[in-house]
């Protein structure tokens, strides 16, 4: 911020948020003593809106670049009744100076930056796929049948269920399963609940 405060040309690109452009553009007006310029990349905030409420008085222009701009090397003008002539002309000759610069490859650097750019677009873009899951409850018989072999939504289930019925559910493996519906004698189950692992090879 301190480097604003002594600027005579400012480029803005926060999130497109109303309130935070005028706030931060007028902070910086208030702390800056040269009558700077600024020049928004604003998408959707209109530019009159900016320079009424930050107090700016002409000297602010929208200067948007098409993303990604390292692709789609376009550059968008956008002015008020009260943008300066002479603010007006700097930012089409700036403008003209970019596309001048003659660059038609891409650094590592850019290339990498590009990738996550279009992967940080694609995926704001594209929603969310739900996760489905079969799921059947006989209350009166005490069962529930889910169909997943996947350990995170069992755990998120037994929570659920913990929480909001009281009820703790009990994974049925073979092992549980002879344990709570096996119908076993006393003696069975005396030698059922001593089993253990054996090692049938080295």
């Not at 290339?111 to 873009?125: A, C, N």
């Not at 998120?156 to 344990?179: A, D, G, H, Q, V």
């Amino acid at each position: 911020m301190e480097a604003a405060h002594k600027s005579n040309l400012i480029f803005e690109a926060v999130s497109e948020n109303r309130a935070l452009k005028v706030k931060l553009l007028s902070d910086i007006d208030k702390n800056n003593p040269n009558k700077a310029w600024y020049f928004t990349n604003t998408s959707s905030v209109p530019i009159n809106l900016i320079e009424s409420e930050a107090g700016l008085d002409g000297r602010i222009l929208g200067f948007h670049f098409y993303n990604p701009p390292a692709v789609q090397r376009l550059v968008e003008l956008i002015t008020t009744e009260k943008t300066l002539e002479e603010a007006t002309a700097f930012a089409n000759e700036y403008a003209k100076k970019l596309k001048a610069s003659g660059r038609e490859f891409f650094s590592k650097n850019e290339k990498k930056m590009l990738k996550e750019h279009v992967i940080s677009l694609l995926t704001l873009r594209i929603p969310a796929t739900p996760n489905i899951y079969d799921l059947l409850w006989s209350y009166e018989d005490a069962s529930l049948w889910f169909f997943t072999n996947l350990k995170k939504p069992c755990e998120e289930l037994e929570t659920l269920f913990l929480t909001s019925f009281n009820l703790k559910l009990i994974r049925l493996f073979p092992y549980t399963m002879t344990e709570f519906f096996g119908d076993l004698t006393a003696d069975e189950y005396e030698t059922f609940i001593n089993l253990a692992p054996t090692t049938l090879m080295e």
